[in-house]
């Protein structure tokens, strides 16, 4: 099957996505493995994001514009989440604010067109996935209002908010690939197998397993114990 030139970045971004992100996430938090990695998982996701916005529009797919739309909102406030980021471009940081919250608007009105359509989807999706995408959205939202009510964010819910806004986008390439378009590159007889829901569902517990590390530092996930016990 030809490839254009776009499809091609989207594709071979979204490799390199895949494969940096993970060595970000098993490499030793805050050593130059993981800073290096994080940073190409940032330019390369941002690319791959941008030639989906740009397939989904010429092929005019919806879902796809709001996915790729909603997975560079996150990446750029993962980034922002690093260091003092947060403080030093709140204008920006505030700004994205705005993608959340329009990401979750048009999801939910095109939840609503899928819903009340006659065959109950639109451009080919059920209502289950805008809705899905609008309360990812709106969850994130809500918790970038807080952070402006507060004044910023620190200490280990700074840490959580880069947990899960890189997970998330992680999860996003790594199911389109394995489970997704991308699953074309597997052979026939492992398309559509538990196989290859693995990898996802691995970004899924390194991302669960982080955020309880974060919030309950006493558990000790080299050896699944708690101090003392």
Not at 50 to 65: C, D, K, P, Y
Not at 181 to 195: A, M, N
């Amino acid at each position: 099957m030809e490839l254009s030139v776009v499809s091609l970045i989207h594709f071979s971004s979204g490799v390199i996505a895949i494969l940096s992100g993970f060595l970000a996430m098993f490499a030793r938090k805050g050593k130059i493995v993981h800073r290096r990695s994080g940073t190409v998982f940032v330019v390369t996701m941002l690319i791959m994001a941008g030639a989906g916005v740009w397939l989904a529009v010429e092929r005019n797919v919806m879902i796809s514009l709001l996915v790729g739309v909603l997975t560079s909102y996150f990446v750029l406030t993962a980034w922002l989440s690093v260091g003092q980021r947060i403080t030093q471009y709140r204008w920006f940081s505030h700004a994205l604010s705005l993608i959340a919250l329009g990401v979750a608007i048009a999801a939910v009105y095109y939840g609503v067109e899928a819903k009340n359509s006659a065959d109950g989807k639109f451009d080919g999706f059920s209502s289950a996935p805008y809705f899905a995408f609008a309360g990812v959205a709106g969850f994130a939202l809500l918790l970038d209002l807080l952070m402006m009510k507060n004044g910023g964010v620190k200490g280990k819910h700074k840490t959580a908010r880069h947990l899960w806004r890189m997970s998330f986008p992680l999860y996003i390439a790594t199911t389109s690939f394995f489970e997704g378009p991308g699953v074309i590159v597997f052979p026939e007889s492992i398309q559509g197998s538990w196989i290859l829901s693995i990898p996802g569902l691995l970004v899924i517990i390194m991302m669960i397993v982080g955020l309880v590390a974060v919030f309950v530092p006493k558990v000790r996930f080299g050896n699944l114990k708690r101090e003392g016990v």
